[in-house]
C-alpha cells in the first residue's frame, strides 16, 4: 500500500483507520510504523483530521499495538517464539530479540523502538519472561509517548516528504541504536576495570 492511499483511507475512514493500521502492525502491515505515524501528523496539517485527537489516537495505536505482543507472550509463552523460531522468515529477528533482552533487560524495551520488526517481538519476550506489567509500561508507554511526538512532528510538518523521510530516519535509528549500546557496553567495561582494579 502506497503513502498516497493510506493518506486517502484515513480521509475515508479517520481515526479509525489510524488507530487499526498501528494496532494490527504486529501482524505485518507493508507500512513500517514510522510512515504510518508520520501519516497520521500530515492527515492533521491538511486538516483531515485535529491535530491533538490525531495524536494521542497514534499514540494509543502504537502502545495498544505493542501491549498485544506483551499479553501474547504473558499468555503463550516460550512455546510461539520456538514454533515461529524455527521458520527463515522469523528466525533472524527472534535471534536478535532474545539477545537484545537477554543483554538489556528492561531496557531493551526503549532500544527496540529504533529497530522495527524488533519492536513487535521485544514485548512478546518481556511478556514471555513474566515482566510486571507496571514495569513493561513504565519503559513502553514513556518512550512510545516521545517516539510517536516526533515521528508526528516530522509527519506535520514535512508532509509530502514523508516517504524519503521514513527511508532516511530509519538509517539514522539504526545508527542511533549503534551509538546507544556501545556507549552503555563501554560503560560497564569501565565499571569493570575499576572493580578489578580495586
Known sequence: MELEHFIDLIGSYGYVALFFSLWLGIFGLPIPDEAIVMCGGFASSLGILQP????????FGVI????????????????????FGRKNKWKKHIERA??????????SIILSY???????????????????????????YSIGFIWTAVFFAAGHYLGFNIEAFSQVIHKAALLLFVIIVLAICSRILYKRKIIFSR
Open 52 to 59: 491533538y485527537g490525531a495524536f494521542f489516537v497514534t499514540y
Open 98 to 107: 532474545e539477545l537484545l533482552t537477554a543483554r538489556y533487560g528492561a531496557f
Open 64 to 83: 495498544s499495538g505493542l501491549s498485544i505482543g506483551y499479553a501474547g507472550g504473558r499468555l503463550l509463552g516460550a512455546p510461539v517464539l520456538a514454533y
Open 114 to 140: 529504533f529497530l522495527p520488526v524488533i519492536r513487535h517481538l521485544v514485548p512478546y519476550i518481556v511478556g514471555a519472561n513474566q515482566m510486571a506489567y507496571r514495569k513493561y509500561a513504565l519503559y513502553s
